[in-house]
Every structure is written in C-alpha cells, then in structure tokens.
C-alpha cells in the first residue's frame, strides 16, 4: 500500500474520500475515464468494513439492483487481480442443504437461473466440495461464478496499484467539511483544502457525520457483526464460499423463491435464537501459508442501531461457534474475533444522493459492498459526470 501521506493542495477532477472498496471502485472508474483523481483517508488504511468482512464476491445470489451491479462487478475483480497483483480465487459458492425445504430453495433457484449459474448436488456431490458436511446434509448447490478474495491483501493492492497510476492519496486525513463553490467544490481536511469538480463521499457507515439530513432521510444506521477466525479442523481444506439455510433468508435470490417461506418457518420452530441474532452461517477459508491450510472466516450475526455501545455478548459469538462447530464437524479452536460494521438501510441497498452540484453521496447500505461497488461506480460516475 502507499505508505507516504501527500498533501492535499491544488485542483482534481474527482476527489474520493474513502479509502474502502467503495471509495477505490470509484477511484478506478475515475481513473478509467482519464480524470485527475484524488483519495483521501482518514485513516493510515482502510480498516473498516472492506477488510473486515468474507472477501466472498458473492455475484449468483443476487437479485434485482444489487445483481445488475454484481455481474459486471464480478468481470472489474477479475481484471483488478490482474492489474494490481493480490490473490483470486474461481471456486465458487456450495451452498448446503439439510432439510427438505433448504433443498426445496435451491431447486427452485436452480430452475430459475439456469446451469452456468447453479448446478444442484446430491449428498455426495456436496461433501466433494465441502468434505466435512455431516450426515444431515442433504445435497447442496454449486454456484460457480462467485469469487473470493483476501481483503487484507486486496484492499491495499488497489490502493498500491492506483498510485502507480497516478491516482493521488492523502492518508491519515480527516475531512472536516465539503462546501460548492462557484462551478467546484471544496473538500476541507486537516492538512488543507482540495478544489475539485466533481466529489464523491464514500465513508461507509459514517455518511452521518458530514450529511445527517441525508442520513436520517434514509434511515441509515449501524450494522454491528460478530465475526471469528477458527482454525481448520483436521487442517480440512474447503475451495467454495460455504452458504447455508440462514443465508437463504438473507439473499435475495434465494429469499425471492416461494420455498424460502418454509425454510423461514422451520427456523422459527427449531432454532429462533438464531433468527434473534439475524445469524447467516456461513465461511470461507483464507489463503494457507507454508504449505499449511488457511483460517476459516466464519460468522455472522447483525445487530442493528444508528450508535452501539461497545460492550459485545459473549452469548452471541457462542451461538456462532456452536453453529459453526455443528456446520464443520468439530470443536472449533478461535485464533481471532473482530466487529464487522457497515451501513445499513431499511429503505434502500444503494444510497445515493446529491446534497449540492458537484457532489454525490455514496454508500452500499446492504452489507454487499465488495460485491457490487465495481459495478455501482460507473453508474455514479455517469449521472455525477
């Protein structure tokens, strides 16, 4: 990542400010378009929500927006990975099943969306590529297109990568105020003030800082996650994202099917506690070192409000080790637990507004940032250009 703080003075035709992968997505398409690009962060790295999460480019389980931006989202990953040299994984997503209406879902979604984008697996097919599914997996889904990356590592790459082409970055920088001026506008920050054209704010869940009217217009509020690293049991490799029934409930293009009413109903007889948490089981594994296998991503649950306090309940992150205990076959030994965060609103997944000329207002309000930002910068950038 760049490791220098530059300082902000002179012109730019854009100025991002965010550092996260929404801010970088447009830095990118900026950078596409030939325009003088400026990024400024707050902090000496992105440490918020885009390196705190799966790295699950999670495109096949998308429906309606969200999957218009996914699909060409997913092609701008692969293209990055190139350019900037970080780590890509064409695994995909195994989605398992271990009821009868789990099963009943991904048939459905299946027969909906065609082969090239889920293959249904019976039991076997399924330990395949999830070895240690238990005896109550049913079958499963192959959802081959989602791909996976380490947000540690691909979140500085692209950073790393724009300022070798000539994007400009200010970290370490607090943005206290963005005001139009005549034809431009001014970005304020503590080491100096940034005329530009064109301005884009992208700083996540923080959209309440500078623009609460556009913020409580929208609802916006606080997604707190508990999430934990395990180590592997057996030193098990797993190649696909994992998804399971309570993901079904959270994606659109599983949720829109008529079979995800049961699944629903069958969660609030059995395990209720889980619906209580908003808990989406699910993993992935990181990239192994010295020939070892990687840790495994797993998590999560949702807790919602626009201030949190900051004590966590152990209860919950119980609940997610026992179901990812359950999930892998195994007691599971935790090598790191985090808060994930990001924005969230009730009434939109793309927040996207214009306080004044020259300046738009960005955030993924739908936890689904790292798989649609590369497909939601262009359409800003159009209407913002």
């Known amino acids: 990542m760049p490791t220098h703080t530059s300082t902000p003075d002179g012109a730019a035709d854009l100025v991002v400010v965010g550092a996260g992968i929404v801010g970088l997505a447009h830095a990118v398409e900026g950078l596409a378009r030939g325009l003088k690009v ?7 790295r992105a440490v918020g929500a885009s390196i705190r999460n799966f790295g699950h480019i999670c495109t096949t389980v998308q429906s309606g927006q969200a999957l218009a931006y996914a699909v060409p989202a997913r092609e701008r990953w692969l293209a990055l990975a190139a350019k900037a040299g970080f780590g890509l994984r064409e695994a995909g997503t195994v989605a398992l099943a271990r009821s009868e209406a789990e099963m009943a879902v991904l048939e459905e979604f299946a027969a909906a969306r065609g082969a090239e984008q889920a293959r249904v697996l019976d039991a076997g097919a399924t330990r395949e ?15 081959p297109l989602d791909l996976r990356v380490d947000p540690r590592e691909a979140l500085p790459a692209i950073a790393a990568w724009l300022e070798t082409e000539g994007v400009r970055f200010s970290w370490a920088t607090h943005v206290g105020s963005i005001d139009p001026v005549a034809g431009a506008v001014d970005v304020h920050t503590s080491r100096g ?3 530009s054209a064109h301005v884009v704010h992208a700083a996540g869940h923080d959209v309440d800082r500078l623009f609460p009217r556009v913020a ?4 916006v509020r606080r997604c707190r996650l508990q999430m934990l690293e395990v180590a592997p049991p057996g030193d098990v490799e797993i190649g696909p994202a994992v998804l399971t029934g309570l993901s079904m409930l959270r ?3 599983f949720a829109e099917t008529a079979a995800a009413a049961d699944v629903r109903r069958q969660l609030e007889q059995t395990s209720p506690e889980l619906l209580d948490v908003v808990m989406n089981l699910m993993l992935t594994q990181r990239p192994g070192t010295g020939g070892r296998p990687g840790s495994i991503v797993l998590g999560d649950t949702h807790h919602y409000d626009r201030t949190h306090l900051p004590f966590d309940d152990e209860h919950v992150a119980e609940l997610v080790l026992r179901e990812g205990a359950r999930l892998l076959g195994a007691p599971l030994t935790v090598r790191r637990r985090w808060r994930g965060v990001y924005a969230d609103s009730p ?3 793309f927040l996207v507004e214009e306080p004044f000329p020259g300046l738009r207002v960005v955030s993924v309000t739908s936890g689904i940032g790292m798989t649609t930002a590369l497909g939601l910068a262009p359409d800003v950038l159009d209407q913002l250009l």
């Open 38 to 44: 400026h990024v400024v962060e707050r902090d000496e």
């Open 129 to 143: 590529l999830f070895p240690p599914a238990a005896a109550d997996v049913l079958g499963g889904a192959h959802l």
């Open 193 to 195: 003030t940034i005329r």
């Open 216 to 219: 409580e217009e929208a609802g």
């Open 251 to 253: 994606y659109g293009g």
């Open 347 to 349: 009434h939109t997944d």
